[in-house]
């Protein structure tokens, strides 16, 4: 998969997908399965293809977000930060 033709809303099925009014969406995290409709969930950041879970309060590019649906990663193992590069 290409960072450049895959957007990080791909990853995710579009009846998962909970359109914010800011235009970013929420779903519920493929993690730790913290739920989009109290304060939890994830945020996926549409322009940066950055998520956020809200629980770990941590964040991730596009392919964690993948690996992260794929259970390669957990999101307590995320980066603390959205401009960090790498962990
Ligand atoms: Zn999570």
Not at 16 to 32: A, M, W
Not at 66 to 84: D, N
Request: charged share 30%; hydrophobic share 30%.
């Amino acid at each position: 998969m290409s960072d450049k033709k895959v957007k990080i809303t791909d990853l995710f099925k579009p009846e998962e997908l909970t359109e914010k009014s800011d235009g970013n969406f929420k779903v519920i995290c493929p993690s730790c399965g913290s739920d989009s409709t109290r304060y939890g969930g994830m945020t996926l950041f549409v322009e940066s293809d950055i998520s956020f879970c809200h629980e770990a309060n941590k964040y991730f590019n596009l392919k964690e977000t993948f690996a992260l649906i794929r259970g390669y990663l957990k999101c307590i193992e995320g980066r603390e930060s959205q401009w960090l590069k790498k962990f």
